[in-house]
């Protein structure tokens, strides 16, 4: 058994997709990343990140104890060694497979994060929000034509097959609308974004722990400040005592 230390956000979500695709059993911890749970010390023992997801394998290949495994490109090449599916073993097709891997945890991945991030920071409090904006907008922009030229060319990002990088870089996909994307300007990635959200296991993984889900634009100003607070402009966290 699967335990998935997890919050809806797309990180979250690469993981689920997984999950389903493989069929593999798991059961969801919830992280409530609003209310700080990963920042507990039993969260900081997996991840010294203190970042969601977390992975434990309570049944690894090597008979030991539970394995715990943070950053979800980690746990995704994890549970697909695991399982043998949807990591080509091959030489060439491991390459590509771990070059998109890299690609979207460095790029699209923080690009993403950061235009949605500016793009919601109010103005009034902040100032003005121009250069941020239109900086990681375009560089948004940019990485949707990357994807769109590489599927120009093949059916997938790792070529012929459906692989982990497929569902790596989906979930941070969806809200193209909000990151100040146009989808009418990359047919060859509007193809494969329709062709990945009409996946069974896509819907059922990105569809893991709506009800968690938390607008937190109703909440009362005091408590938006303090998730705000508690997420953003962190810094180093002291060694313990």
Wanted: charged letters at 25%; hydrophobic letters at 35%.
């Amino acid at each position: 058994m699967i335990d998935l230390h997890y919050w809806p956000t797309p990180n979250g979500k690469k993981v689920t997709i997984l999950l389903e695709e493989l069929g593999m059993p798991y059961r969801i911890v919830p992280v409530n990343i609003g209310r700080g749970d990963q920042f507990t010390p039993e969260f900081l023992e997996m991840n010294p990140n203190h970042r969601m997801p977390v992975m434990v394998d309570n049944a690894p290949a090597d008979g030991g104890k539970p394995l715990a495994v943070f950053e979800s490109g980690a746990i995704m090449l994890y549970l697909a060694e695991k399982a043998g599916k949807f990591y080509p073993q091959d030489l060439r097709g491991k390459a590509e497979v771990n070059e998109w891997l890299i690609w979207q945890m460095a790029n699209q991945g923080p690009k993403s994060g950061e235009c949605g991030h500016f793009r919601r920071v109010d103005q009034k409090e902040y100032g003005d929000q121009t250069y941020a904006i239109t900086r990681f907008t375009d560089e948004v922009n940019r990485l949707y034509g990357v994807l769109n030229n590489r599927l120009h060319k093949h059916q997938y990002l790792a070529g012929g097959q459906y692989t982990i990088a497929d569902m790596i870089c989906y979930p941070w996909t969806v809200n193209w609308k909000f990151q100040g994307q146009d989808i009418e300007e990359f047919k060859h990635f509007k193809r494969w974004f329709e062709e990945m959200g009409a996946r069974p296991a896509v819907q059922k993984g990105m569809a893991v722990g709506a009800e968690l889900s938390v607008d937190n634009t109703k909440l009362p100003p005091e408590e938006q400040a303090r998730i705000r607070k508690m997420l953003y402009n962190q810094r180093a966290r002291p060694v313990p005592a």
